[in-house]
C-alpha cells in the first residue's frame, strides 16, 4: 500500500507513523507540486492532503493523481468551511476530515481506502 502524505507543516506526522508501522510505504510531501512530481515516479493507492495546500490547488492534485493511478482515493483534512468541504466532495474525496482529527481515527480511514483500491474499487 502505496500512501502520499502532502503536509505543509508537519501537522500529520502521526499519521505518518502510524501507516509506516503498519506496512505502509509512505511517501512525504511539503506542497502539492512536489507531490505531482512525485506522481511521475510512483502510483499511490491513496494520498492525503492538509489544506490549504501550498504550491497547487486541490483540484489540480486530484486531477494529477488520478491520471497516475484512476483507482487512488483521496483524504482531505481541511477546515470547517463549509465551502471548503463542497469543493471537496465534488472532487469525490473519500473522507473530508475537519481539523483537529487524531491520526488514528485518520489512519483507519486510509487502511480502509488502500484495501478498497486493492480491491479494484473506484472511488473517483
Known sequence: MKVFIIDR??????LARLLAAEGCSV??????????TGLIKARP???V???PLAGSTLEELARAA???NPRADLVVVG?????????????NVVFYAVRPVEAET??????TACAAVARGEVNA
Request: proline share 0%; charged share 35%.
Open 106 to 111: 485518520l489512519r483507519e480511514v486510509v487502511l
Open 49 to 51: 492532503c492538509e489544506l
Open 79 to 91: 477546515s470547517s468551511s463549509a465551502e471548503e468541504e463542497v469543493r471537496a466532495r465534488a472532487l
Open 45 to 47: 493507492d491513496v494520498l
Open 9 to 14: 507543516n508537519g501537522a500529520l506526522d502521526d
Open 66 to 68: 488520478r491520471v497516475a
Open 27 to 36: 511517501l512525504r510531501f511539503r506542497t502539492a507540486m512536489e507531490a505531482v
